[in-house]
């Protein structure tokens, strides 16, 4: 018995895969116009607390380049962008780096490169754009505080939550980028910040 | 007024009258019909000119006074809202009488009186049967046009209704106008019905995400089938029919829209969802998700089959209950419903948080869990599909 439920688990794990077309086979079916792949996702927001105990760093930065590329299995678009930091929120700046902490000073660098999913390429002529419907792409001179994670493999920064942590400055008051988000209880203890409110508030919760 | 009628063909109208009543006419008080069977009674028929209501407007206005809504919103359940009007009526008629002079008597048509149409009492009924309240000018047999949001001291200032209970309300206006001497015809006038959807919390769109193109995506108003793969069907099978079931039967009669389950593939077009299983790495921060491709930036609606994920470490271990949410909350983004800032209970386009302050301890317990949150869809979820599919209206008030 224990042997057919093994089999059956296998064959559970054989049968059910990513049955989703490639996204080149995709441009060529529905090219020539551009293709437009918008995905609506059932997402789960992170509390400020839970994305501020898992970021490695955070920042307000400029997207200063754009870069997309396909994902391995060519299902997905991810995007690049390299991102000048203007100000460091966490950890403050006189920090020493740690093991665990590992993007620590990124006011030393030009620039550093965040991972997105999403994003716009042309594959055999084809312009597809992938997009989540409540988080568009990063803009060119768009300024955004990001709350990042470092991928060891990658070398790359990606959000912690991309839909939690990522904000940005409105008339110089926080603002989420999840779109639709003014009334969500899980942004009330932020919104409306200075930047200056924002960066203590966040200390005060990573102690 | 009739008392100026000329008495010369008096004696003629009393043996006509006679010869009506003895064949059985009793019309004789209907001054339309006598006009119509026998014009010799009245031979000066009256003038009246092209007059009609011109315009007529209805808002919902909440007490702050700022927030106007179109037909077919939304409101918030349990305040107080104002319904306003805005008429305009025009025409005039004018009665005709006969003057006669010499003899034998000549006679001719000449105007008598003039009345000008105004506007009497307008009922407004909930649902066809319930009167809730009346607009009327205080100042009647002149009003031509009223306005009850603009107080003059000479009409009405609206009126107000609070509803407890979420739902869809049909309101419907009934104007008259005062009687004059003149047959005015239609002596009352219905405006098309106003469209009220009372919800709980305020809902949202899946709009295209092309800022210069604000459409609804949607699939298309016809059979949409699901296909769940054979190796998915064991499990996602009974939840996804009770997901299906709630919409069918509750949702989208009238809508078009109808859902049916199959585990054949139903192929490339816009009237085809398919489940299947993607790895997590793909949905960051997310249990599942809805992709669709090339959506029409003009109608919204979808010219291709959509997919609907689920995340590979979730589902297999979620409750039937959690993947009944997920399904129904994936196909109420396929209907044209985004997600909201309503609480886990209130709707099913509300999005939980994770976290130590959040409603689920991490991001598995959120995406398998079933305590906490609805897994049928409210008012706030389905009426926007039932009241308006498609491009959807969008207007709401008092959130």
């Known amino acids: 018995m224990k042997a057919v439920f093994g089999v059956l688990s296998v064959l559970s794990i054989i049968l059910v895969q990513d049955a989703r077309p490639t996204l080149p086979e995709e441009a060529q079916r529905l090219g020539p116009k551009p293709v437009y792949l918008t995905r609506s996702l059932d997402r789960v927001l992170e509390s400020l607390d839970s994305v501020i105990a898992t970021t490695d760093v955070a920042f307000l930065g400029r997207v200063v380049q754009i870069n997309a590329h396909l994902s391995a299995d060519q299902k997905s678009i991810f995007t690049d962008y390299s991102i000048q930091p203007l100000r460091v929120i966490w950890p403050r700046p006189k920090e020493a780096p740690s093991a665990t902490r590992p993007g620590i000073q990124p006011q030393a660098a030009a620039y550093i490169v965040v991972e997105r999913w999403g994003g716009t390429m042309t594959l055999g002529g084809v312009q597809v754009t992938q997009e989540d419907s409540d988080l568009r792409a990063f803009r060119q001179g768009e300024e955004l505080i990001l709350f990042l994670k470092f991928d060891k493999g990658k070398n790359k920064y990606s959000p912690v939550s991309p839909s939690s942590g990522i904000f940005y400055l409105e008339r110089g008051r926080i603002r989420s980028f999840l779109r639709d988000s003014d009334n969500l209880p899980v942004f009330d203890s932020v919104r409306g910040m200075t930047l200056d409110e924002f960066d203590v508030e966040v200390n005060r919760r990573s102690r | 007024m009739r008392q100026q009628l000329s008495r010369w063909p008096f004696a003629l109208v009393v043996a ?45 206005i909440t007490p702050d006074g700022n927030c106007s809504l179109a037909s077919g919103g939304y409101i918030k359940k349990g305040t107080s809202y104002k319904y306003h009007y805005l008429a305009t009526v025009t025409g005039s008629c004018t009665v005709m009488v006969q003057s006669c002079s010499g003899w034998p008597p000549s006679c001719t048509c000449v105007p008598s009186q003039t009345w000008v149409r105004n506007l009497g009492t307008t009922w407004l009924y909930d649902n066809g049967t319930t009167s809730f309240g009346t607009i009327a000018p205080t100042n009647a047999f002149t ?119 199959d585990n054949v593939d139903c192929g490339t077009g816009p009237n085809c969802i398919k489940a299947g299983e993607v790895p997590v790495s793909d949905l960051p921060g997310s249990c599942a998700s809805l992709d669709h491709q090339n959506p029409d930036s003009i109608t919204g609606e979808y010219t291709q089959y959509t997919t609907l994920n689920l995340g590979d470490a979730y589902w297999p271990a979620a409750t039937a209950y959690r ?77």
């Open chain 2, 16 to 60: 006509c009258v006679a010869m009506q009543h003895l064949l059985g006419d009793t019309r004789l008080g209907n001054r339309d019909t006598v006009n119509t069977v026998a014009l010799a009674f009245d031979p000066c028929p009256d003038i009246g000119s092209a007059g009609e209501i011109q315009s007529l407007d209805r808002a919902v």
């Open chain 2, 143 to 261: 009003i031509q046009s009223l306005d009850t949001s603009v107080p003059t001291g000479t009409m009405s200032t609206g009126v107000s209704q609070t509803f407890p209970n979420t739902g869809r309300h049909t309101i419907t206006f009934n104007t008259g106008w005062n009687p004059t001497s003149c047959a005015f015809t239609p002596d009352t006038i219905s405006p098309p019905p106003f469209v009220v959807n009372v919800v709980a919390c305020e809902p949202k769109w899946n709009m295209h995400p092309n800022p210069t193109t604000p459409v609804v995506m949607h699939v298309p108003p016809t059979t949409i089938t699901l296909y769940i793969p054979p190796n998915m069907w064991g499990t996602l099978n009974g939840p996804a029919s009770a997901a299906v079931s709630d919409l069918n039967n509750n949702w989208l009669p009238g809508t078009g829209v109808n859902i049916r389950i």
């Open chain 2, 323 to 399: 993947l009944q949410r997920t399904i129904e909350h994936e196909l109420e983004h396929a209907l044209g419903l985004g997600h909201n800032n309503c609480s886990l209970l209130d709707s099913l386009m509300s999005v939980p948080t994770s976290g130590p302050t959040g409603d689920f301890p991490t991001l598995f317990a959120a995406c398998t869990q079933s305590t906490g949150y609805s897994n049928t869809a409210s008012d706030t979820d389905g009426l926007p599909t039932k009241s308006n599919y498609g491009d959807h209206v969008r207007s709401v008030c008092g959130f």
